[in-house]
């Protein structure tokens, strides 16, 4: 998935490529979004696309423990290969699946926590927040790409009666 922000990409890894436009905040994101589905046979691909990924989501199946057990190799390529200010998202897909959930939502949590990545359970049948998970990625691709500046941000005195007074634009 390539999201562009003024000039800014990101890359999902989804070799069944899609486009999608994301509006947060007053401003379209355009997402493209590639799927390799975990599969072993894109991992040579994935690297090559790892460089210029400004944004990765890592999805992994609640009812499949090996998909979860997977993502820290994957977390683990995406911090060898990735710039270092690549914004992750795990996303535990298929939450409605009630009692066959294999991994618990507390687990996900935890590997979120530990890797300082963001997370969500989703449903991709329900539509359980697909739309807010792409809405974080580029809420947060735009703070990336427009940081606040901290001089703006800054506490001004405001001119006493003395300066005002010795300083003509001040009065």
């Avoid at 947060?24 to 975990?38: E, F, M, N, P, S």
């Avoid at 690549?86 to 949590?109: F, H, P, Y």
């Avoid at 969500?120 to 998970?133: I, R």
């Amino acid at each position: 998935m390539i999201i562009q922000v003024h000039n800014v990409k990101l890359f999902f890894f989804y070799m069944d490529r899609k486009n999608k436009v994301v509006t947060v905040d007053g401003i379209k994101v355009k997402l493209q979004i590639w799927d390799t589905a975990g599969q072993e046979r894109f991992r040579s691909v994935t690297h090559a696309y790892y460089r210029d990924a400004h944004a990765l989501l890592l999805l992994y199946d609640v009812t499949n423990k090996t998909s979860f057990d997977n993502i820290r190799a994957w977390l683990g390529e995406i911090r060898e290969y990735a710039q270092d200010d690549v914004v992750i998202m795990l996303l535990g897909n298929k939450s409605d699946s009630g009692l066959e959930r294999a991994v618990r939502r507390e687990e996900g949590q935890r590997l979120a926590r530990e890797y300082q990545v963001a997370f969500m359970e989703t449903s991709a049948k329900t539509g359980l927040n697909v739309e807010a998970a792409f809405a974080h990625v580029a809420r947060a691709l735009i703070a990336k790409a427009n940081p606040v500046d901290p001089s703006r941000l800054a506490v001004r005195a405001h001119p006493t009666q003395e300066q005002r007074s010795s300083c003509p634009p001040c009065s």
